[in-house]
């Protein structure tokens, strides 16, 4: 034991972990080992002197009045549990041993660790590493947690059954359900990958998990800012972004400089920075938008390349899920506005998080008139209901 502060720092060191936290690590584990030794119902305590260089331990006893019920021996605790009276010190013995103790205080009595056997040492020393483990954990738990959202590279170490790829970043594994990659994707042992992390957790049986995403929107957003100085310097500000994974995606932009073109900017020169990013994503391609305070006019930009004729959003609360947008188009944007598959008017929903109906009306005759088509059928409108459960899907 006289070795012991050595021992503590020079696995602190090894573990990278805070020395306090190894130090109340043993000290948790010594006191578990004597609570199994000797009485689990007894209060014990453990101190680390590191000026003499001893690992003390001890039982404790509070101090009470004479005439205390708990030194019946018939008295319960708070969860209907017998209470020792071998914690307690009538007041009386206590003035015997100290003067200056009063109610409430504590008397200590010392423990020799190496009088319980070569049990107990086992006992300590699985108790302390767990409890270590623990703290290994909480520190990654901690240190990826303020990573999500953000990008980690690694390479791939295995892929199982169910197409899940493991994937080696720094001190842990990473998982990559196959519901996070991209369509068309496929990876090989000793790949190396970009994601984004998605989620980080503690499973009793595996341990940390952390899961990462090609599909997230904030994987989109994390490229960008890789790839364009202004948003990581952040003055280009990404507003939203909605995505269909390997199809398409839409990214609403903005900037209070006023001699700054945010989607020049992001964009690039001749495109080499979108280009890059869209590699990135297996060929995916990327509308930037302007973003708009107003909700009608970031809905018409958000429907580009359609023109649009106007919006009227008919529920209150403007953005969010319980604004409606009526949306009227001349005929020959319709098929602009829909996009292939119904991409385009999806993504512009899950953009501006609102649902989306088109309503056309006719082109200008000769005579430059525009006639609005009244008996138009609900089989010719356009819907966007189906929008925020493909957005859960890649969040």
Known sequence: ?????????????EKGLKIEDVEQALKEALIKTAEK???????????????????????KLEVVENDDERLSGNSLDEYNNLINPENFITIDEAKDIDSDLEIGDSVNYDLE??????NAATILHNN???????????????????????????????IDRAENTFIEIGEVKAILPRKNRIKGENFRVGDNLKA?????????SLGLIIEISRTSPKFLEALLALEVPEIKDER????????????????????????????????????VRISSVSKELNGESIDCVEYSPVPEMFLSRALSPAIITSVVIERE??????????????????????GKAGLNIRLASMLTKTDIELKEIEPKNTLGSTFASDDTDLENQEKTTDTKDLEALFK
Not at 1 to 13: F, H, N, R, T, V
Not at 239 to 265: F, H, M
């Open 317 to 338: 609360g403007g953005y969010g899920r319980n604004a409606k947008a009526i949306v009227t188009i001349p005929s020959d944007q319709k098929s602009k506005a829909i």
């Open 236 to 271: 280009i500000t990404i507003e939203a972004s909605a995505r269909i994974p390997g199809s398409r995606a839409k990214i609403a932009l903005s900037t209070i400089e006023p001699n700054i073109d945010p989607i020049g900017s992001v964009v690039g020169v001749k495109g």
């Open 37 to 59: 030794m000797v009485d689990p119902t007894l209060n014990f305590d453990a101190h680390i002197d590191r000026e003499n260089k001893k690992l003390e331990l001890f039982q």
């Open 128 to 158: 302390f590493e767990y409890r270590v483990q623990r703290f290994i954990e909480e520190n990654l738990v901690a240190k990826y947690k303020n990573k999500i959202g953000k990008i980690v590279n690694g390479s791939v170490t295995r």
């Open 1 to 13: 034991m006289d070795k012991i502060i050595d021992i503590l720092d020079s696995i602190a060191y």
């Open 113 to 118: 660790f190496e009088n319980m056997g070569r």
């Open 196 to 204: 984004v992390v998605k989620a980080v957790k503690i499973d009793k």
